[in-house]
């Protein structure tokens, strides 16, 4: 069983910067995904195993970066300009494709964590 424990979200400012971090217990082609309330789950960033391709989402483009450090099968999120819309539930998201860019390409999903930008 894959195990995906994601770490570093919180409340931070609008403007400021976190980094969300997730642990896999394998390789895999990772990727992040968020869900506000009310809302579909949406797709951010992806990068494949290697870390020398990654895919990210129209909305976080220019402010999220996605990183890997394979020597720690840990996949980074970080996160710039926050905005009070960015506010939501972060997935950790792991797969057996190339790499992620949408949810049908997920085989396996972290818990959560919540990240809540005050205005």
């Known amino acids: 069983q894959v195990q995906l424990v994601e770490s570093g979200g919180g409340l931070v400012q609008a403007g400021g910067s976190l980094r969300l971090s997730c642990a896999a217990s394998?390789?895999?082609?990772m990727g992040w995904f968020r869900q506000a309330p009310g809302k579909e789950r949406e797709f951010l960033a992806g990068v494949n195993r290697s870390g020398g391709s990654t895919s990210y989402a129209d909305s976080v483009k220019g402010r999220f970066t996605i990183s890997r450090d394979n020597a720690k099968n840990t996949v980074y999120l970080q996160m710039a300009s926050l905005k009070p819309e960015d506010t939501a539930v972060y997935y950790c998201?792991?797969?057996?494709?190339?790499?992620?860019?949408?949810?049908?390409?997920?085989?396996?999903w972290g818990q959560g964590t919540q990240v809540t930008v005050s205005s």
């Open positions: 998201a792991a797969g057996n494709a190339y790499i992620i860019f949408k949810a049908s390409n997920v085989d396996y």
């Open positions: 394998g390789r895999y082609a």
